[in-house]
T-cell receptor, first 112, second 114 residues
Framework: KAGVTQTPRYLIKTRGQQVTLSCSPISGHRSVSWYQQTPGQGLQFLFE???????NKGNFPGRFSGRQFSNSRSEMNVSTLELGDSALYLC???????????FGPGTRLLVL | GENVEQHPSTLSVQEGDSAVIKCTYSDSASNYFPWYKQELGKGPQLIIDIRSNVGEKKDQRIAVTLNKTAKHFSLHITETQPEDSAVYFCAASIDSNSGYALNFGKGTSLLVTP
C-alpha cells in the first residue's frame, strides 16, 4: 500500500508570494493533519481535516489555510509569505482522527 | 493547552547499550502516546505507540512505558545499533470537542557509535 505522498518536495518562494502544498493520504484514510517543523519550534500542529471538514486548527495566523476534498486529498495554502514561514511542512493521514497518524516525507519550503 | 517536555535533547550511546528517552505531558485527558523516528530528509516514522489503558508495550528491541499518575512516558531501546541513530519524537494526543491533534516534544537526537 502506498504511503502518504506530498507534492512538491521542495519549493523556493519570495516574501509576499503565496504557496499551495498538496497531500495525498494513504488509500482509505479519511483524516488528514498538517504540521509545520522548524529547528526552533519543532513540530507544530496546523490543521486537522476529516470528511472535508476542518475540525481543529493550531495557533497559526489566518494566512495559513487548508481544505480537504471528497477523495480525502488535502491542500494547504500560505498567503503573503514571510521569511519565518520557511519550514518543512508535513502531512499525516489516519483512518479516523483518533487513529495512528502516518506521515509523508514533507514539503521543504524556503522563503527568500 | 497540552505541553510535552522531552529529555534529553541529545543522547550518545555505544552500540549494544540501551537508550532511554523520557517525556512528560500536562493534560490529564491525553490518552494516546506515539513515538516517531525521523531520519535526515524523511518524514517521521511511527515506531511504537501506547494508549492510556496500557502501562507497557514492547516490540522487539523497543519498549514504551506509561505512568498516567505521574504523567510521564518513556521509550526504551535495547541493544542499540548504528541504524538507530536518528531524531526521536514523543507526542501526546489532544482530543476535544474542537478536534484532534498530536502535541510533540522537541525531539531527542540519538547517536549510536560503533
Amino acid at each position: 500500500k502506498a504511503g502518504v505522498t506530498q507534492t512538491p518536495r521542495y519549493l523556493i518562494k519570495t516574501r509576499g508570494q503565496q504557496v499551495t502544498l498538496s497531500c495525498s493520504p494513504i488509500s482509505g484514510h479519511r483524516s488528514v493533519s498538517w504540521y509545520q517543523q522548524t529547528p526552533g519550534q519543532g513540530l507544530q500542529f496546523l490543521f486537522e481535516y476529516f470528511s472535508e471538514t476542518q475540525r481543529n486548527k493550531g495557533n497559526f495566523p489566518g494566512r495559513f489555510s487548508g481544505r480537504q476534498f471528497s477523495n480525502s486529498r488535502s491542500e494547504m495554502n500560505v498567503s503573503t509569505l514571510e521569511l519565518g514561514d520557511s519550514a518543512l511542512y508535513l502531512c499525516a493521514s489516519s483512518l479516523f482522527p483518533e487513529e495512528t497518524q502516518y506521515f509523508g516525507p514533507g514539503t521543504r519550503l524556503l522563503v527568500l | 493547552g497540552e505541553n510535552v517536555e522531552q529529555h534529553p535533547s541529545t543522547l550518545s550511546v555505544q552500540e549494544g547499550d540501551s537508550a532511554v528517552i523520557k517525556c512528560t505531558y500536562s493534560d490529564s485527558a491525553s490518552n494516546y502516546f506515539p513515538w516517531y523516528k525521523q531520519e535526515l530528509g524523511k518524514g517521521p516514522q511511527l515506531i511504537i505507540d501506547i494508549r492510556s489503558n496500557v502501562g507497557e508495550k514492547k516490540d522487539q528491541r523497543i519498549a514504551v512505558t506509561l505512568n498516567k499518575t505521574a504523567k510521564h512516558f518513556s521509550l526504551h531501546i535495547t541493544e542499540t545499533q548504528p541504524e538507530d541513530s536518528a531524531v526521536y519524537f514523543c507526542a501526546a494526543s489532544i482530543d476535544s470537542n474542537s478536534g484532534y491533534a498530536l502535541n510533540f516534544g522537541k525531539g531527542t537526537s540519538l547517536l549510536v557509535t560503533p
